[in-house]
């Protein structure tokens, strides 16, 4: 998700997730996004948890209102337990839109270890959602993995329903290319003639 997308409900759900960020400048007359606040202006380092899409519209001006800090499933803590064992992690209780939110966050992560986070991660449940596509046991199977991992493993049960449908059938069996028949006939020919 590189881009956001107005009509996707996953990405106003992933825009709509709260990150932590701390304010860079007084805000006048904006003391109630801070809910402990008694003061009607916003101080500055005053550290909120607000919605992604707000942080992002505040980051991006200039100068930058506020700058925003990884949540706490890119920190350090969460990313050494996704690189020992990432198929242990029930994604779905940490976090629905992991991979999502990710592609969001890390453009501030100045490391680059959240892509490389969210990259291993998936290669490490890679196996673990294409067997789940194929089980018996749907309902376990599909308890520990996020949205955008059971979107994927749901395509994949359909498209191995209608690989198995086209087997069962038989009706339409594979017929050698026209092109591969006559590339082996020429490639015959020629060793005939050596």
Same mark, same amino acid.
């Given at each position: ?15 709509? &997730?709260?990150?932590p960020?701390?304010?860079?400048? *007084? ?11 008694? +003061?009607? *202006? ?33 920190? &350090?803590?969460?990313? +050494?337990?996704?690189?020992? *064992? ?13 991979? &999502? ?26 196996r673990m ?21 059971? &979107? ?34 020429r ?8």
């Amino acid at each position: 998700m590189s881009s956001s997308n107005y009509l996707s409900i996953t990405d106003i759900l992933v825009t709509s &997730e709260k990150v932590p960020c701390k304010f860079l400048h *007084d805000l006048p007359k904006m003391g109630f996004l801070d809910p402990s606040a008694a +003061e009607e *202006d916003l101080k500055s380092g005053t550290s909120l948890e607000v919605p992604l899409w707000l942080a992002e519209s505040l980051c991006s001006r200039r100068p930058p209102l506020l700058s925003i800090d990884l949540p706490k499933i890119y920190k &350090e803590t969460y990313r +050494e337990i996704l690189n020992a *064992d990432a198929c242990t992690v029930d994604m779905h209780k940490m976090n629905q839109h992991f991979y &999502e939110l990710g592609c969001y966050i890390a453009k501030y992560d100045i490391k680059g270890e959240v892509a490389n986070t969210l990259i291993d991660t998936f290669r490490q449940r890679f196996r673990m959602i294409m067997s789940a596509s194929v089980s018996t046991d749907t309902v376990n199977a599909l308890q520990p993995l996020s949205k955008s991992e059971r &979107e994927r493993t749901d395509a994949a049960m359909v498209t191995e329903k209608a690989l198995c449908d086209w087997l069962k059938k038989g009706s339409c069996p594979l017929k050698i290319a026209s092109m591969v028949a006559n590339h082996r006939k020429r490639k015959r020919a020629e060793m005939e003639m050596l």
